[in-house]
């Protein structure tokens, strides 16, 4: 375990796939651990034995567990990652990568829901700056813009920041 605190995501029996997917989208990524039901507690469990229980993988240093835990709960939006993203290029991959099978109506603002049903936000640093400067009509003027945007657009961000 990298850290004290490891997000575990509960699925119903795709946290493998789901897992796969993410370390095959995130470069410093791997699967350390994956672990199976066994035959104790199928009268609680309800998993069939053999069959995956958790997988324990990690994404750019942080660690997760994906939980096949039966479809008693789904994600929400509640709950999101952040990627921090050094510029367009990077934006527009994570985008494209994590979206792909998702449901294009939960794209908004820099959020994009993966097939999973696990929601995103793929924000530009530069982004995070912008709301974060102290003049308030370029704040408000890029936080209007990005309210109209689906997919962050980084230029468009800094001409509305800019006042042009």
């Known amino acids: 375990m990298l850290s004290k605190i490891t997000p575990c995501l509960w699925f119903d029996d795709q946290g493998e796939a789901a897992a796969n997917f993410y370390v095959s989208i995130f470069k410093d990524s791997k699967i350390t651990d994956v672990s199976y039901y066994p035959e104790s507690g199928h009268e609680i469990h309800r998993g069939r034995e053999g069959k995956v229980l958790m997988v324990v993988f990690e994404l750019e240093g942080q660690s997760f567990t994906a939980l096949n835990g039966g479809p008693h709960f789904k994600f929400t939006e509640a709950i999101s990652f952040q990627i921090e993203c050094e510029n367009q290029e990077e934006v527009d991959y994570y985008w494209e990568k994590l979206g792909e099978g998702g449901p294009v109506e939960a794209q908004q603002c820099g959020w994009v829901k993966d097939k999973f049903g696990l ?37 468009e961000l800094e001409k509305a920041f800019n006042g042009k």
Do not use: C, H, T, Y
């Open 119 to 155: 929601s995103w936000q793929v924000v530009p640093k530069r982004m995070i700056e912008m709301l974060n400067d102290p003049d308030k009509a370029k704040f408000q003027r890029a936080f209007e813009a990005m309210m109209q945007m689906k997919k962050l657009d980084i230029g």
